[in-house]
């Protein structure tokens, strides 16, 4: 399975530019495409920053992205817990949702921060 990087990503959840559409779709069906905690983090960021999708917009995207058929997630399972988190609107972005929820599936509890809101999230700790 091939790897995919964020611009990949953001074509298909925003579906701003058919022919990039089409190529990522067609790039994606050769084989399924993997998709890194990395891309999601930058795809939360784009979405957010440059198409100011709120937060439950990025969060139903990156959840279509999690049910894809040819598409697989690293630790999908901690993507979806990252994903519950951030709709809860207690970490601050979706990539402080991200550091908490890799760190709980690692066994590194908790994540210190200096970030107020993010210390609110159970498996954050405020230094």
């Known amino acids: 399975m091939r ?28 084989g399924g495409a993997w998709v890194s905690h990395i891309v999601l983090v930058e795809l939360a960021w784009v979405l957010d920053s440059v198409y100011r999708f709120d937060r439950k917009a990025i969060a139903t995207a990156i959840e279509m992205l999690l049910q894809q058929e040819h598409v697989t997630v690293q630790e999908a399972e901690v993507a979806a817990s ?44 405020r230094v």
Do not use: S
């Open 3 to 30: 790897a995919v990087d964020t611009n990949v990503i953001v074509r298909l959840a925003t579906r701003d530019d058919a022919t990039q559409v089409a190529a990522a779709q067609a790039f994606i069906a050769k």
């Open 82 to 125: 990252a994903v519950d988190l951030y709709r809860t609107g207690k970490g601050r972005d979706f990539a402080d949702c991200m550091i908490v929820e890799v760190a709980r599936k690692a066994g590194h509890l908790p994540v210190g921060t200096f970030a107020q809101k993010l210390a609110k999230v159970d498996g954050a700790e």
